[in-house]
């Protein structure tokens, strides 16, 4: 009795620890995405990526010394799942700047809601997971759900906006090898590591082009750089810590906060089909999720 009643308790501390880092997730790319729109209008895409990865960089600094430290090289046993998450990332963080600079926030992570539909796919290529008849339904509610959000033949359907759903297949491509890597490395690491990573990618393309950024966007790049960091890290922390079927419907709160820092940064407010199909594709999601639980 003494035993299972420790089981519940454990696991409900480890679920309200989930839920918790994954709210502060959240917050942080929320704030985030008003800070990438605001700087867009003095920056391009990959220069935003390149000074946002450098104040991480420099932020997770002491981390990454104590880290080498005290385990040395071992985690460079992993490198390849380091490098593949790094690029991933870095793939998708481009294209989220990219749709953030160019269509309202709310719409680009009422897309990215996508994200769970799209990581059945990526499970089955990267991991040989196997899908039911059921996820695949889920999925198709979900193109519905994206279907009301893009309206076409009602609405054009810009660069922007296929960007926006790209960015929600980067990203769940690299939330399976976070999960990988959670196996044998803690957050600190796998942050650290990811950072490092794309700030070397995000430097190539700039050596070409190379210009310092404007005075007045300097303390943009920074709290940007903090925001991210440690919305990165929160999530990580989420998924280390518990269920995706427990942590993931707490990623919808973006479209709130969203729509608020919208609202009152640039005075962007959703269109109603932006939350009917927002809703559509979250249940679809959860629907997966508590599916997969159910199968385990």
């Not at 709130?256 to 089909?273: D, S």
Request: net charge positive; proline share 3%; glycine share 8%.
């Amino acid at each position: 009795m003494t035993k299972n009643l420790t089981h519940i308790l454990s696991h409900r501390n480890a679920a309200i620890t989930g839920i918790t880092w994954m709210i502060i997730a959240a917050v942080g790319y929320s704030l985030n995405a008003g800070i990438v729109k605001q700087l867009s209008s003095e920056l391009n895409t990959l220069e935003i990526v390149f000074w946002r990865s450098l104040v991480a960089v420099i932020i997770l600094f002491p981390f990454f010394f104590k880290h080498i430290s005290s385990s040395g090289r071992g985690s460079l046993r992993n490198w390849h799942f380091f490098l593949l998450r790094g690029l991933f990332t870095y793939f998708g963080m481009a294209a989220t700047y990219y749709a953030l600079a160019n269509i309202p926030i709310a719409e680009v992570y009422a897309l990215q809601f996508t994200l769970p539909l799209f990581m059945i796919i990526v499970a089955a290529i990267f991991l040989g997971e196997r899908a039911g008849i059921d996820s695949f339904l889920a999925c198709f509610v979900g193109l519905i759900g994206t279907m009301i959000i893009l309206r076409p033949g009602f609405e054009i359907i810009g660069v922007a906006t296929i960007v926006a759903l790209a960015s929600a297949v980067f990203y769940s491509i690299t939330n399976i090898f976070i999960k990988i890597l959670t196996r044998t490395e803690t957050t600190t690491t796998i942050t650290i590591y990811g950072n490092i990573i794309m700030l070397v990618l995000a430097l190539i393309p700039l050596l070409f082009a190379w210009r310092w950024p404007p005075i007045d966007t300097i303390g943009w790049i920074i709290a940007l750089g903090i925001f991210t960091t440690g919305g990165q890290w929160a999530l990580t922390k989420a998924i280390a810590s518990a269920d995706a079927r427990i942590v993931w419907p707490f990623d919808f709160l973006r479209m709130p906060f969203t729509a608020t820092i919208g609202y009152i940064m640039f005075g962007q407010m959703p269109e109603i089909w932006t939350w009917v199909g927002a809703m559509v594709i979250f249940v679809a999601a959860y629907y997966v999720l508590q599916k997969e639980a159910t199968i385990k």
